[in-house]
């Protein structure tokens, strides 16, 4: 078993930053890639970012380059998303999400923590 937790949302006025954290604990020798993804009222969830645990390399999606980074913690198995330049569009429960060696896309999922922008 992995448990993800997430830690670091809150409340920031648009162009502020915020900094998301999130931990990894039990069987994690098993995971290969993590990320965050974002789910805001009334829509589906959405892909935000992702690091291998290997290597380290980083994706992102559009609406986030320049503005988001992806970090990681390996010896603290934590990953961390720096949001800055934050938009009310960023509004959002923020998901940690973890992949598995020989598993498909992301299998794991974290609680969430809430991102809320004010203009």
């Known amino acids: 078993q992995v448990q993800l937790v997430e830690s670091g949302g809150g409340l920031v006025q648009a162009g502020g930053s915020l900094r998301l954290s999130c931990a990894a604990s039990g069987r994690t020798y098993v995971i290969n890639t993590m990320g965050w993804y974002r789910q805001a009222p009334g829509k589906e969830r959405e892909f935000v970012a992702a690091i291998r645990w290997s290597g380290g390399s980083t994706e992102y999606a559009d609406s986030v380059k320049g503005r988001f980074t992806i970090s990681r913690e390996k010896v603290g198995n934590t990953i961390y998303l720096q949001m800055n330049g934050l938009e009310s569009e960023d509004t959002a429960v923020y998901y940690c999400?973890?992949?598995?060696?020989?598993?498909?896309?992301?299998?794991?999922w974290g609680k969430g923590t809430l991102v809320t922008v004010s203009s």
């Open positions: 999400a973890a992949g598995r060696v020989g598993g498909h896309g992301m299998e794991l």
